[in-house]
């Protein structure tokens, strides 16, 4: 608004200006008519006088006094124009002057309002969030929520919503054993408080820092407002750290803080008015009250009604409420999800190369096959049969079939005591599948070939097959490491060259040593910088530096 005042001014200024111009050269065409005007009146007394010589001496003095302009004393119109033109002017500077003393007097009066309000605001504080916070309170005027302007439209405009938002941390006991919980409590009120929208919702994974939890909670709840529509809103923090982060402060030094802010600073942008405020804890105890039931609710599992009535369970990773005959139960933990995101979770392991767990953090218990039917497809089933026999199986014993048609995963152990019942395979290498029943040789992993040794073999067929070749020279393309151990072939995405293969075998991927009690063999360089940055659209939850942002945001230091 202030800066469409200000065009405005300016192209009024314009306007003035361009009709001062005009009431000039108008001035001065009119003067030029005068004379011309005269000039002709002139010339032509003086021919009548040429005719009338007798009688034209006495009328042409006594008529030069008409002829004279300067003798009239009646102004013109443009003359009048330009001195109206110029009171107009100087009553608008004269009104320019009189709103910038009012500015200034409405300005000092907006401080002495502000002061006045941060007094009574610590006058309200409690004894221990005084202690606490007392030393890093600041409310500074003019620096968002001191603003006059914007004090003037969250007084007076019913449009503006208040958000209240907090982020719970909890050690709780589950099931006799200690787990970490955390979850998130939102209100959105109007500005006579009343309660439009409550969100309770558990948090999961492995963000759970106080101040990840608190970010988590303010972002929910902004996506709620623009959900409802809200242009206008004042969102309320009792976090002291995350108050500076958003007001722009303090910096954040924390890549997975710096992520979550900048997420908050990108909501903001969508509103009209979006405005922080730092509040003390007792002020929004009802919406802790919310987080904390968020919690319980991961604690106890809701029991299901005698009446037969159907009940709704809130899923922990898509926060989706789902019908309890939709809910999957982990046997062992007993931890529960909903069919959807465990299909989700168990596709992904499976297609990994890896037997899928239950998907809370920090849990070990495996899901059982017969179980997850009410999930999985059979095509899927029949994969997770696959990927549990060969966790079942030493990376060292396995064996597969070399048969394309076949393929069957076996234990060196288990083919041959099924080989010796057909087979006298003490002095060969001879061994059976035991699904296509095939002959293949175990040393070289080919077909049987019968009357001629492995050594003959492998002379008579020194060139590699079509695929083998295909797969080396696009591993040498993209520089590919093979594990010598198990064979797979690995790629390095980012991170250091300290490889861990899922076999367990480590070693290094510039060269191909072996590491042994977690040291390096070789003297290649550990690590590359291209390697180490890390793509700042990952997903920030990731385990790394977790509890170092437990201990440095939860610490007493004013370091932030």
């Known amino acids: 608004m202030a800066f469409r005042d200000s065009q405005d001014h300016e192209d009024f200024r314009s306007l003035l200006s361009e009709q001062r111009h005009e009431l000039m050269a108008a001035e001065a065409l009119e003067s030029d008519l005068d004379l011309a005007y005269n000039l002709q009146l002139e010339e032509a007394l003086a021919a009548s006088l040429a005719v009338h010589a007798s009688t034209s001496t006495s009328t042409s003095s006594s008529s030069n006094p008409i ?37 200034r007097v409405r300005e000092d009066l907006d401080r002495r309002i502000h002061d006045d309000r941060v007094a009574r605001e610590i006058l309200r ?29 969250e007084e007076n405009d019913d449009n503006v919503f208040r958000l209240y938002t907090v982020g719970l941390v909890s050690e709780e006991r589950v099931r006799d054993e ?23 919702k558990p948090l999961v994974g492995n963000g759970t820092s106080k101040i990840a939890a608190h970010a988590r909670a303010l972002i929910e709840g902004l996506n709620a407002a623009l959900s409802l529509d809200l242009k206008r809103i004042t969102f309320y923090c009792d976090n002291f750290p995350l108050y500076q982060f958003v007001s722009g402060r303090w910096p954040p030094k924390q890549r ?35 987080a904390r039931d968020a919690i319980v609710s991961q604690i106890s599992i809701p029991a299901e009604s005698s009446c037969g009535k159907n009940l709704n369970e809130t899923c922990a990773i898509c926060l989706e409420d789902t019908n309890v005959s939709r809910m999957f139960s982990v046997d062992g933990c007993l931890h529960r999800y909903c069919f959807s995101c465990m299909q989700q979770h168990a596709e992904v392991k499976l297609l990994h190369g890896t037997v899928p767990k239950c998907p809370h953090e920090s849990c070990k218990s495996e899901l059982l096959v017969d179980s997850c039917r009410k999930f999985l497809t059979p095509k899927l089933i029949e994969i997770m049969r696959q990927r549990i026999r060969e966790a079942s199986i030493p990376v060292t014993d396995r064996i597969y079939c ?17 080989t010796k019942d057909f087979l006298a395979v003490e002095r060969s290498g001879a061994r059976k599948c035991m699904k296509c ?32 070749v295909k797969l080396k020279s696009l591993a040498t393309r993209n520089l590919w490491r093979q594990c010598v151990k198990c064979n797979h072939m690995i790629e390095l995405v980012e991170g250091c060259y300290h490889m861990t293969c899922r076999c367990g075998y480590e070693f290094c991927y510039t060269c191909g040593d072996e ?46």
Request: aromatic share 10%; hydrophobic share 30%; net charge negative.
């Open 515 to 560: 590491w042994k009690n977690k040291q390096a063999t070789c003297s290649c360089p550990l690590w590359d910088e291209d390697h180490i940055w890390v793509d700042q659209d990952r997903d920030f939850d990731d385990e790394e530096g977790e509890d170092e942002d437990d201990e440095y945001y939860d610490s007493d230091s004013d370091d932030y």
């Open 178 to 200: 200690n787990a970490l919980l955390a979850g998130i409590g939102v209100a959105i009120c109007d500005r006579r408080q009343n309660i439009l929208l409550e969100v309770r």
């Open 67 to 103: 002829l004279d302009p300067q003798n009239d004393g009646v102004p013109g119109y443009a003359t009048l124009l330009t001195d109206e033109l110029a009171k107009y002017v100087q009553e608008i500077k004269d009104r320019q002057a009189s709103e910038a003393e009012m500015r």
């Open 125 to 153: 504080m409690p004894e221990e969030d005084w202690i606490e916070r007392g030393d890093n309170y600041e409310k500074p005027f003019g620096s968002g929520e001191g603003c006059s302007n914007s004090k003037v439209v």
């Open 256 to 290: 997975k803080i710096a992520l979550l802010v900048n997420q908050v600073t990108l909501l903001k942008r969508k509103f009209i008015y979006c405005n922080p405020k730092f509040v003390a804890r007792n002020d929004i105890k009802f919406v802790f009250k919310l």
């Open 437 to 468: 029943h095939g002959l293949f040789c175990v040393d070289c992993k080919v077909p049987w070939h019968s009357n001629m040794t492995c050594q003959d073999y492998k002379l008579s067929n020194s060139h590699a097959p079509a695929e083998d």
């Open 402 to 418: 070399p048969y394309p048609r076949c393929s069957t995963l076996m234990s060196t152990s288990e083919v041959l005591e099924y």
